[in-house]
């Protein structure tokens, strides 16, 4: 029997054409590969893990067998009194697995056990500021409770229930070092993830407690009568619907929102001609009776962040092609000829309309900005983590983590070098000092002008300045520490303080949605599809780096000798993110056949893995070191994206 589980009615909730894609291996799916939903199920394990430790006399359900872990849990809930750990409840095809279930006589005490954090201390509430619905973000927490809670209710009809989150206290401090270490993740041949008790907790690990419980019938009863009587069968018929739909395999009339940009089941195009399905293509196809053809060019889902495309999608404005200019309501330019959000939209609605794939670039606002900075430029990234169960003692679950940077120096001459990194790979070391101790020794030398990509640099300054200011250890160099952080960023919003530095970093994001538009990016404005599309658009970067100059004495490396970042083929450039392969700068392959992403790290997800392995897993010193190299490269090529935009820019002014 095909069993709706409580992941199965998430899916459904979010999308009910899902539930005919999920578990069907001949449709593509991308959160089975996907580093930073990888990243959040790992800290999940170790959140579950630890909260079996407050709850010692519970009995763990191990069997993955669905009438095995039935026949257990039953047999334990004869007991007049008992605690539960992945307890199997069954109503007619409904089937959950609990977090916790604790039985004390005729109550059962529901507990969901998630690693998304709250404040516990502001009693905070799930409720929009009017109290009149649930927040979205809790949303998806809630349904899984209220479904959960359902199915026992429905199961046990003799017992009263009540549920809980199990939620991770953001203001709770570890009460000693290298608590997380004790859990480390491991994998079965079938690449199931469980999580092996290296040692266990002792009583000054435990004596600071990070989960916290939280009642939640309240807000369910609220969910339910609020979110699902708006449909016409109420929640309870809800639940049988897609019950009986994913039983009977009957895949539900696909409903065309702005979510399906972002559709798990959405197949790439080498996927596709691999010879996988992909239900996106199948729901828009069966919605508005395309071809394939029509998914060549951009339609509303790719309008840069536009909030009406809910609305649009409901007109039927779906391709480029119907829509008009009144549609997006583009303003006049400013004075200073920044282009507008809606002036940017149309630019990227209009330049498909008319077939354009000329880059619009505002040489005069670009070139008064460039008049503006001071040379040497400096271009830095920051990589970064936070982790649920924190490394050190005293410090608090999701307190940030920068781990590593990279930092590229551009001369007023064109001199061009890779200057200066930090990576911390060290099991348990709280890096965020050193790290700043460093980029302070880098950045110090000069004034020239600072620069990063969006808003990360800025706001991980802003957290370690904040961690100084409650460091209850004696810091000897915290005021100069504290000092460089505000002389190169601007406070956060909600910072007690207020400041904005003589250095302030210079935003390259900001300067381009301000001066730099390219079609070939499709609207994002990602540095990974910034980079790309300006290489392609300028032959000075595609004769320049399509040479193995990178890493020589005319252009320095810490990283690559002799390297060749382009491989040009009829006057298109290959993505420099595609030559980030291990292989290239380690020998040994059966190592690199042992470490898991074997094709190297090409975003902050699976960098953020890459230290999460290195933080959590026992490995052999070659191991740690290809992890170490690769993340080391990913991180200067960052930083050396944004020097190849300056240096298109340049270029072409």
């Known amino acids: ?190 690449l199931r993830k469980s999580i092996k008790v290296l040692s266990p907790l002792n009583q000054e690990d435990l004596s600071s407690k990070l989960l916290c419980e939280v009642p939640v019938d309240y807000y369910c009863d609220l969910l339910i009568n609020s979110q699902f009587n708006e449909n016409i069968f109420g929640f309870e018929n809800l639940i049988n619907d897609y019950s009986e739909r994913y039983s009977n395999d009957v895949k539900a009339k696909p409903k065309l929102k702005k979510e399906c940009r972002d559709c798990e089941f959405k197949a790439t195009k080498e996927e596709i001609a691999s010879g996988l399905i992909s239900g996106y293509h199948e729901c828009w196809k069966e919605g508005l009776g395309w071809k394939d053809k029509e998914f060549e060019k951009p339609n509303v889902l790719n309008i840069w962040d536009h909030r009406a495309k809910n609305k649009f999608i409901e007109q039927g404005k779906i391709k480029f092609s119907d829509f008009s200019e009144e549609d997006i309501n583009p303003k006049k330019l400013r004075g200073d000829n920044e282009l507008l959000r809606v002036e940017r939209q149309w630019l990227q609605i209009e330049k498909v309309q008319n077939n354009d794939s000329s880059i619009f670039i505002n040489k005069d606002g670009l070139q008064k900005e460039i008049d503006s900075w001071t040379y040497p430029l400096h271009f830095i990234d920051f990589e970064t983590s936070t982790v649920a169960i924190p490394f050190n003692k005293g410090r608090k679950p999701y307190e940030g983590i920068a781990f590593q940077y990279s930092h590229h120096i551009v001369y007023e001459s064109g001199y061009i070098e890779h200057k200066g990194e930090y990576l911390n790979s060290e099991k348990g070391v709280f890096p965020n000092y050193d790290f700043l101790r460093q980029l302070k020794k880098e950045l110090e030398g000069d004034s020239g002008t600072v620069f990063r990509y969006h808003n990360h640099e800025n706001t991980y300054l802003n957290i370690i300045y904040r961690q100084l200011q409650e460091e209850k250890d004696y810091i000897a160099d915290k005021d100069v520490l504290c000092s460089f952080i505000k002389s190169i960023t601007k406070s956060k919003k909600e910072s007690t303080e207020e400041w904005q530095g003589e250095r302030n970093m210079v935003d390259l994001w900001v300067l381009i949605k301000k001066y730099y538009y390219n079609p070939a990016t499709n609207g994002s404005n990602s540095l990974k599809d910034v980079l790309p599309a300006t290489i392609n658009s300028s032959t000075f970067l595609k004769e320049k780096y399509s040479q193995p100059i990178y890493g020589t004495t005319s252009m320095p490396s810490l990283n690559f000798k002799n390297h060749q970042w382009l491989d040009v083929n009829d006057n298109f450039a290959s993505n420099p993110y595609d030559k980030l392969i291990i292989s290239d700068f380690f020998e040994d392959a059966e190592i690199c056949e042992n470490i898991k992403n074997t094709d190297g790290i090409k975003d902050g997800g699976a960098a953020m893995m890459a230290y999460a392995k290195m933080q959590f897993e026992d490995m052999g010193n070659e191991e740690r070191k290809v992890l170490k190299k690769n993340l080391l490269r990913y991180c200067e090529l960052d930083t050396l994206a944004m020097v190849m935009i300056y240096e298109a820019w340049i270029n072409w002014l």
């Open 1 to 190: 029997m095909s069993f709706l589980t409580k992941s199965k009615f998430k899916l459904a909730v979010e999308c009910p054409t899902k539930l005919f894609y999920t578990g069907k291996k001949k449709y593509a799916n991308k959160s089975l590969d996907n580093p930073f939903l990888e990243a959040l199920a790992d800290g999940g394990f170790q959140v579950g893990e630890l909260a079996k430790q407050y709850y010692p006399d519970g009995h763990d359900i191990n069997t993955l067998n669905y009438d095995e872990a039935l026949h257990q849990t039953n047999q334990l809930l004869v007991q007049e009194n008992i605690t539960i750990f992945e307890a199997a409840i069954k109503h007619n095809n409904l089937f959950i697995r609990i977090d916790i279930l604790i039985k004390r006589g005729s109550q059962i005490k529901l507990i969901e056990v998630k690693s998304k954090s709250i404040d516990e201390r502001l009693g905070e509430s799930f409720l929009t500021q009017n109290g009149s619905n649930i927040l979205a973000d809790w949303r998806p927490y809630l349904n899984d409770v209220a479904f959960q809670r359902h199915v026992v209710k429905s199961a046990l009809k003799n017992f009263s229930v009540t549920s809980f989150l199990l939620l991770v206290n953001k203001n709770s401090k570890a009460a000693s070092d290298g608590i997380n270490q004790k859990y480390k993740i491991i994998e079965d041949k079938n």
